[in-house]
């Protein structure tokens, strides 16, 4: 068997070695510290820490790269902060239609918003630029900067817990993304944190 984190071969029945499990335990712990210093408003910059602690971290980067299963998608010069692996993801945008109104039988566009789920199982990576969403055999890229909006709803009656985001568009409307997980609802909290702490952008949760 190959070791899920280093790649390298780690013996019969076995998924990894010790040495990189604990080394790897140890590097995500620096990071949830970072991220929660971040979100309890005690540290200015999020990003430069967690990349800091990516550089001297050799192990953390490769597990990081072998949990994503379309690296090739992922920009060369891009440093890998962070994998949420196996997100349901959703784009609510709106899509212009054609109706017919008034006397003269013109034709007007009417903004028609509507949701598409993307995936099910979909891979968020977020690297120093940007955000990328890997779903099956196709990738949508986000860099930092398109993004205007994030923000986070709370689980309701029979709808779990979802991060959604926000990204640059010409239309009145917002061109959002829905992402959560029905079972590791813990998941979409995950996101909004690493995505605020990434961008710097302060959440505020009323
Ligand atoms: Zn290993």
Redesign the pocket.
């Known amino acids: 068997m190959k070791?899920s984190?280093?790649?390298?071969q780690?013996g019969l029945f076995k998924s990894?070695?010790e040495?990189?499990k604990s080394a790897m335990i140890m590097a995500a712990t620096k990071i949830y510290s970072i991220i929660n210093r971040y979100e309890n408003g005690n540290l200015a910059c999020g990003k430069m820490e967690m990349i800091e602690l990516i550089k001297n971290e050799p192990l953390y980067r490769m597990y990081l790269m072998n949990q994503i299963s379309g690296k090739d998608q992922i920009y060369n010069n891009e440093i890998i902060l962070y994998v949420e692996k196996n997100v349901a993801v959703s784009e609510q945008k709106n899509r212009c239609t054609m109706v017919r109104t008034g006397y003269r039988w013109e034709r007007k566009p009417v903004w028609n918003p509507s949701s598409v789920l993307l995936s099910d199982s979909a891979d968020m990576v977020f690297t120093d630029k940007a955000v990328y969403l890997l779903l099956m055999g196709s990738s949508m890229r986000y860099p930092y900067g398109k993004i205007v909006n994030i923000g986070y709803n709370d689980e309701k009656f029979m709808c779990p817990p979802e991060v959604f985001f926000d990204v640059k568009t010409t239309s009145p409307f917002p061109h959002r993304f829905f992402v959560w997980n029905k079972y590791q609802k813990e998941k979409a909290e995950k996101v909004k944190q690493v995505l605020s702490c990434i961008m710097g952008y302060k959440y505020m949760q009323w």
């Open positions: 070791c984190i280093c790649g390298q780690c990894y070695h040495d990189c």
